[in-house]
T-cell receptor
Framework: NAGVTQTPKFQVLKTGQSMTLQCAQDMNHNSMYWYRQDPGMGLRLIYY???????DKGEVPNGYNVSRLNKREFSLRLESAAPSQTSVYFCASSESGSYQPQHFGDGTRLSIL | RKEVEQDPGPFNVPEGATVAFNCTYS??????FFWYRQDCRKEPKLLMSVYSSGNEDGRFTAQLNRASQYISLLIRDSKLSDSATYLC???????????????FGQGTILTVHP
């Protein structure tokens, strides 16, 4: 059971470089989310997509863009990476409805030098 | 006041012990509540939802107190494998701009030792 798959699992970037984090889910979920997790800060929502074709900002969207490519895939792009974006990034998905629990991918560890 | 607050611990308990965690939330309109578990360097995984009437899943019992705005998690007969960080999670509002937005507590670290 794949669930939520994230790629890559690890990445090191230089300041100013760009990259896209990929996320795909095979649970036929309508809603997808991107979080970052930093020590002492807990998990914070970056962007979410309530359904295919829609995206909205979360708590910490600055410096990021997202694309809901289709129902399965939701990507996160860093256009010009900054050291402050060093973090662990988690993608999640959930069934329709705002009260459903979310299922997480195993994360991308991103370091920006 | 943080939206969701947890005692960070750490809680160090022997195998077989009973341990309880509390979590308070600030938004009285919050609709959904969950406990997630996160192992070191792993993703959060849903442990259980928390229902108004309280619910139990094996050794785990979750309670919701809306009047006092807190939820709790009780673990009985602790196992070594229960060692993890337990995250209290709240969905603050019904739809609108809070659609599906989980608000996470900082987590409570539990270590179960032999």
């Amino acid at each position: 059971n794949a669930g939520v798959t994230q790629t890559p699992k690890f990445q090191v970037l230089k300041t100013g470089q760009s990259m896209t984090l990929q996320c795909a889910q095979d649970m036929n979920h309508n809603s997808m989310y991107w979080y970052r997790q930093d020590p002492g800060m807990g998990l914070r929502l970056i962007y979410y997509s309530a359904s295919e074709g829609t995206t909205d900002k979360g708590e910490v969207p600055n410096g990021y863009n997202v694309s809901r490519l289709n129902k399965r895939e939701f990507s996160l792009r860093l256009e010009s990476a900054a050291p402050s974006q060093t973090s662990v990034y988690f993608c999640a998905s959930s069934e329709s409805g705002s009260y459903q629990p979310q299922h997480f991918g195993d994360g991308t560890r991103l370091s920006i030098l | 006041r943080k939206e969701v607050e947890q005692d960070p611990g750490p809680f160090n308990v022997p195998e077989g012990a009973t341990v309880a965690f509390n979590c308070t939330y600030s938004n009285s309109a919050s609709q959904s509540f969950f406990w997630y578990r996160q192992d070191c360097r792993k993703e959060p995984k849903l442990l259980m939802s928390v229902y108004s009437s309280g619910n139990e899943d094996g050794r785990f019992t979750a309670q919701l107190n809306r009047a006092s705005q807190y939820i709790s998690l009780l673990i009985r007969d602790s196992k070594l494998s229960d060692s993890a960080t337990y995250l209290c999670v709240v969905i603050p509002n019904a739809g609108g701009t809070s659609y599906g937005k989980l608000t996470f507590g900082q987590g409570t670290i539990l270590t179960v030792h032999p």
